[in-house]
């Protein structure tokens, strides 16, 4: 009995069907697979945080400084402010920095309100004049200097000196021991946990990292004549990093 074209169709079409669930079945089962493996994998890590930190010796300074002055009118206040800091910058130059080394960092002119009664007992702001501020940043390359310029500061009339930092020039230097110093930490504690739960320890599959690099704490400074320079210690620094690291166990 001859088959018809029709049927001999419809029976490539049912083949091409059967044959594409397989494939089908076998691709969902080779992802399930993949995903329960990757799964494995993130579970059966160690995963630990590491400490590591330095301690340097800063090589350089900045101190901020500059003067602020009140007035009734804003040309007042600020031939006042300007007459100062010229003496204040200029004493800086006398002393021997370099222009570069003078930056300023804030500059601002605002109205100063003062309250006043009324008669019926409430209050009024009113306005009673201008105040204008100017900060310069310095920066000292020679700390055994920051004392003597400190006293030059107040000499000259800066009304404003103060945040002391003391800085390290070269911190990522520094930071790169710090780190290696971490992950050492980190390694320890994962061969110590492995070892306790009987597992051997593999790769390090990934590493995240928080360092922590803070300038010795601001020095406040008040600008007052002292019969002597202030005594400043820079002191030292603790430059330190924090890691987590995840390692495989070794199948």
């Given at each position: 009995m001859a088959i018809s074209n029709f049927a001999i169709r419809n029976l490539k079409r049912a083949a091409l069907a059967v044959v594409g669930s397989v494939v089908a079945l076998a691709l969902?089962?080779?992802?399930q697979a993949e995903t329960s493996g990757q799964k494995s994998a993130v579970e059966g890590r160690v995963i630990v945080t590491g400490d590591g930190s330095v301690t340097v010796t800063p090589s350089y300074a900045q101190?901020?400084?500059?003067?602020?002055?009140?007035?009734?009118?804003?040309?007042?206040?600020?031939?006042?402010?300007t007459k100062l800091m010229s003496a204040v910058m200029q004493a800086l130059l006398n002393f021997?920095?370099?222009?570069?080394?003078i930056q300023t960092s804030q500059?601002?002119?605002?109205?100063?309100?003062?309250?006043?009664?009324?008669?019926?007992?409430?209050?009024?702001?009113?306005?009673s004049g201008f105040r204008v501020t100017n900060q310069v940043r310095v920066t000292v390359r020679d700390i055994s200097q920051v004392a003597e310029i400190l006293d030059r500061l107040i000499t000259a009339g800066a009304t404003d000196v103060g945040n002391i930092v003391f800085l390290v020039s070269?911190?990522?230097?520094?930071?790169?021991?710090?780190?290696?110093?971490?992950?050492?930490?980190?390694?320890?504690?994962a061969e110590l946990y492995a070892r306790v739960a009987g597992v051997r320890l593999g790769r390090v599959a990934w590493i995240t990292e928080t360092s922590n690099y803070m300038p010795v704490d601001p020095t406040s400074i008040f600008a007052q004549r002292q019969e002597k320079p202030v005594p400043i210690e820079p002191g030292e620094q603790t430059l330190r990093a924090n890691i987590t690291v995840g390692f495989d166990i070794a199948q």
């Open positions: 969902s089962a080779h992802a101190i901020r400084s500059g003067v602020t002055t009140d007035a009734k009118t804003v040309k007042e206040a600020a031939n006042a402010n021997g920095l370099a222009q570069k080394d500059f601002s002119i605002q109205p100063v309100y003062t309250s006043q009664s009324k008669l019926n007992g409430s209050t009024e702001s009113k306005l070269d911190s990522e230097k520094a930071l790169d021991q710090a780190r290696e110093n971490a992950l050492a930490d980190a390694r320890r504690k």
